[in-house]
């Protein structure tokens, strides 16, 4: 635990489903805890080394069942994960609805075969189920010579690295090879009755094409999806599909409209523990995210910069080639945080890389 986690407060302390099992979060103030949500967690076959996914009791069109949201990825081991779910963790009753906070390949990448076997309905927004569609049938964004060029424009020249990411086509589709073909839309602010209870649709911004995290006001439960996790700070990346984005301070404006929510909210984040925190977590990520800033400013004022010469700024660790795009793309969104309010000038220089100085 990081000193910074040690301000949060984790109910379940070190308690965690075990694989093909659940676990029961309960949560809600007055008459006693009620059963919120199952808490199933899953391997993931990267650094991000599980996903947490959650199943609510519902009622839809006169059954009784579950809705699960998110599904992680598309692979043998989590069919089989899921499986267990089905057989041991579902009192008998079926899928009624699948519910996905975003497009990335952890939490969409099954939804196809859930919906599938369940003749369930994907709730999603519409931004992240189109994204998802066009993800899994091409190499938009994800790998392939758009992002290798991309990654070229900020610096990254190293031709191993270049040729690694020409040649990873086929990264999305390998983990979201379909989509279900129809879903229902969630949209910021809506309600959705899941198992008798209000959950507000929430959208986020900058991680994301458009996050849905649902807050369920009479649990005081969030489920935050990864716009609010308690150890890491969400990925922030700037993509070649949309290169001259802003997505920190789209991330930065999204999490303060969780600053509404009641102190003692229980957060369930997809990766990490159930914390209670909200408040802390987002002053964290603020101050996390200001001194990069101030990182970057500092440098940039010595010399140009392009976005690969501040990797050893930002990450002072050593970067494998799956962290150094991830890497990259949260660099250019730091540069692009201060390009945007005229604190850095952007120079395309004869070499073909874009390099920022202090204005
Ligand atoms: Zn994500």
New binding site residues.
């Given amino acids: 635990m990081n000193s910074l986690e040690r301000l949060l407060y984790y109910p379940l302390g070190d308690a965690m489903p075990q694989q093909g099992e659940t676990l029961e979060v309960r949560a809600g103030a007055g008459s006693g805890l009620a059963p919120a949500v199952k808490w199933v967690r899953m391997g993931l076959p990267f650094a991000l080394n599980h996903i947490n996914l959650w199943l609510l009791r519902d009622e839809l069109g006169g059954r009784s069942g579950w809705t699960v949201v998110d599904c992680c990825i598309t692979r043998d081991e989590t069919k089989a994960q899921w499986e267990q779910v089905f057989a041991t963790q579902l009192e008998g009753l079926p899928i009624l609805r699948v519910i996905v906070t975003?497009m990335?390949p952890?939490?969409i990448g099954l939804a196809h075969w859930l919906c599938e076997r369940w003749q369930a309905p994907l709730w999603i927004s519409a931004t992240d189920y189109y994204a998802a569609r066009v993800g899994s049938m091409s190499t938009t964004g994800f790998g392939g010579a758009a992002a290798a060029d991309f990654f070229a424009s900020h610096g990254l020249t190293d031709p191993e690295s270049i040729a690694k990411i020409r040649g990873r086509a086929s990264y999305y589709p390998g983990m979201v090879p379909q989509v279900p073909p129809r879903f229902h839309r969630l949209q910021d602010g809506q309600v959705v009755r899941i198992g008798g209870r209000d959950w507000r649709c929430i959208s986020g911004y900058g991680?994301?094409p458009e996050?849905i995290a649902l807050y369920c006001e009479a649990l005081e439960v969030l489920i935050s999806?990864?716009m609010m996790l308690p150890k890491i700070s969400?990925?922030v990346s700037v993509h070649d599909t949309e290169p001259e984005s802003n997505p920190l301070q789209a991330f930065l404006d999204s999490i303060d409209k969780f600053r509404q929510l009641p102190a003692e909210t229980l957060v369930l984040p997809?990766h990490g523990k159930p914390f209670v925190g909200l408040q802390e977590r987002i002053r964290q990520l603020h101050e996390h995210h200001r001194d990069r800033l101030a990182e970057v400013m500092q440098a940039c004022a010595t010399a140009p910069r392009s976005a690969a010469d501040l990797l050893p700024v930002l990450f002072k660790r050593k970067l494998d080639l799956h962290q150094t795009t991830f890497a990259m793309g949260e660099s250019v969104a730091h540069l692009h945080a201060l390009w945007f309010v005229g604190k850095l000038r952007r120079e395309f220089c004869s070499d073909g890389v874009y390099r920022f100085t202090t204005a």
């Fill in positions: 975003h990335h952890d939490h991680h994301a996050h999806g990864d969400t990925n997809s």
